[in-house]
């Protein structure tokens, strides 16, 4: 597991926030110290919406069945759901294309809306011709995914 993660710059900011304004409290130059932490704070925020993590949707072969993952980065089960799908894309690859996609976007609010989806993590497996098969919420069932790749 990595140290660092989606919620690490939303953590440093909290705390250069809390910290700067405390100092800026204890400050004979309130002023100053206010418009240095707000600058740094600013320059925080700049620097996560640069790179704050994105999900990519990879583009499914056609007539290859997909896993649907309907997710949102700030859901914790989603986070620990995250390496058993990635467990089981890697064991699967060739044979399955596996789409990540973030309920909170725009393509995924559609297809949220469109799987009617109302909780996340929701997982569809979707057959070759682009069927549901098989919906989940929560935890992966890989062997229920093997059996219907079986098929």
């Known amino acids: 597991m990595s140290l660092l993660n ?3 710059g939303l953590i440093i900011f909290a705390l250069v926030l809390v910290i700067g304004f405390s100092i800026a409290k204890r400050s004979r130059n309130k002023v100053r110290a206010g418009l240095i932490t707000g600058g740094i704070a600013l320059a925080l925020a700049a620097a996560w919406f640069a790179v704050r993590p994105t999900v990519h949707i990879p583009a499914a072969n056609p007539g290859q069945p997909v896993l649907l993952e309907l997710q949102s980065p700030y859901c914790v089960a989603c986070i620990v759901a995250k390496p058993s799908v990635d467990r089981l894309e890697q064991e699967l690859q060739g044979k399955l294309v596996v789409q990540r996609v973030n309920i909170q976007s725009d393509s995924g609010k559609s297809l949220a809306a469109r799987y009617e989806v109302e909780a996340t993590p929701t ?6 011709a682009g069927k549901e098969q098989w919906r989940g919420f929560g ?3 890989a062997t229920e995914i093997r059996s219907l790749l079986k098929k």
């Open 139 to 141: 935890i992966l069932d």
């Open 6 to 8: 989606h919620y690490s």
């Open 123 to 128: 997982f569809i497996f979707l057959d070759a």
